[in-house]
């Protein structure tokens, strides 16, 4: 099973950009597509963006497209989420978690979620 730490939130001014890490442990990290999801407060978790085992392809929701990138470092068994351009509505405890990829619809694996980090966006 793979173990994760995620990192890097904080608090930043709207317009402005964070870095995501998400660590993983386990030799089999290289071998899952993984994704970022977020919650915000009083609502449902939801989908960010995904990358697949490879690093070629990936997938983002409406909402962050063309603001956020996800890549990955499978030397490094790391996740990444590059957020740019940070307004309000994207304050939330963000999650990496492995994911059966879909360029339209990916889902978590498993019930397991990791504590996650803080993105608060000041307006």
């Known amino acids: 099973q793979v173990q994760l730490v995620e990192s890097g939130g904080g608090l930043v001014q709207a317009g402005g950009s964070l870095r995501l890490s998400c660590a993983a442990s386990?030799?089999?990290?290289?071998?899952?597509?993984m994704g970022w999801f977020r919650q915000a407060p009083g609502k449902e978790r939801e989908f960010v963006a995904g990358?697949?085992?490879?690093?070629?392809?990936?997938t983002y929701a409406d909402s962050v497209k063309g603001r956020f990138t996800i890549s990955r470092d499978n030397d490094k068994n790391t996740v990444y989420l590059q957020m740019n351009s940070l307004n309000p509505d994207d304050t939330a405890v963000y999650y990496c978690k492995p994911i059966y990829y879909s360029d339209s619809d990916s889902r978590p694996i498993g019930g397991y979620w990791g504590q996650g980090t803080q993105v608060t966006v000041s307006s």
């Open positions: 990358v697949t085992w490879t690093g070629a392809r990936t």
């Open positions: 386990g030799r089999t990290f290289s071998s899952y597509s």
